[in-house]
Nanobody
Framework: VQLQASGGGLVQAGGSLRLSCAASGRTFTNWAMGWFRQAPGKERDFVARITWNLGTTYYANSVSGRFTISRDIAKKTVYLQMNSLKPEDTAVYYC????????????????WGKGTQVTVSS
């Protein structure tokens, strides 16, 4: 599977952005898709995940209630709607695919997409 992320940019605090991640190649219905982010000088952190088959979602505490992950099975695309953005959300965001929900962590991801920069100004 290959992943292509897009949708990053510069936005003021309180604004919104939507990231997209298009998957190509062979995918499996029991896989999970997710988003991670990495700020300068920091580790890559989990943001959100969703299962292809049931659409079950899970969020990091720092984004819960502000971010929404969704998927379009027909388009093989995962989205991350980011609302009420804060300067601390500034990071490079990475799309990820894992063979299962349990593997949706930095050392368990099967495929990473190219990162997309999100910058939130105060």
């Amino acid at each position: 599977v290959q992943l292509q992320a897009s949708g990053g940019g510069l936005v003021q605090a309180g604004g919104s952005l939507r990231l997209s991640c298009a998957a190509s190649g062979r995918t499996f219905t029991n896989w999970a898709m997710g988003w991670f982010r990495q700020a300068p000088g920091k580790e890559r952190d989990f943001v959100a995940r969703i299962t292809w088959n049931l659409g079950t979602t899970y969020y990091a505490n720092s984004v819960s209630g502000r971010f929404t992950i969704s998927r379009d099975i027909a388009k093989k695309t995962v989205y991350l709607q980011m609302n009420s953005l804060k300067p601390e959300d500034t990071a490079v965001y990475y799309c990820a695919a894992a063979r299962s929900v349990d593997l949706m962590k930095s050392d368990g991801v099967h495929t990473w997409g190219k990162g997309t920069q999100v910058t939130v100004s105060s």
